[in-house]
């Protein structure tokens, strides 16, 4: 018989965290790939609309590097897909020249307001009991 120690009830936690994420994860790319969109692309799209919320805002990616849970190069490449579909739109920063901003296009903007109700509607079930 396995002896519960302090650790084990923390293991056991994080595990559940875990299980929680990758469950709501795998039913957000599900409710969203009709749409073109996985979780992933969805959480850009999110953060670039709370963080500028006017057309025409942008923000460094070097910003939403310290946001989305994944490494430089995977965001540079969801970015470069993004930007692919008209969603979004990169540009240099004038001052600091190794700086990139990205953007919400109208596209993009208007893709975000129809899928996110479906995005939170996952969120309210997935989390909920949780």
Known sequence: MAVKTVGTGLEERWRDILSVHARTMCEIDRVLHP????????????????E?????????????????HLSQSALSRLIGRLEKDGLVERSMCLEDRRGVYVSLTRKGRDLHTAVLPLQREVLARMLDDA
């Open 52 to 68: 500028s919320p006017r057309e025409g805002d942008q923000c460094r990616v070097q910003n939403l590097a310290g946001r989305v």
């Open 35 to 50: 749409h073109g969109l996985g979780a992933s692309d969805f959480e850009v799209l999110d953060i670039l609309a709370t």
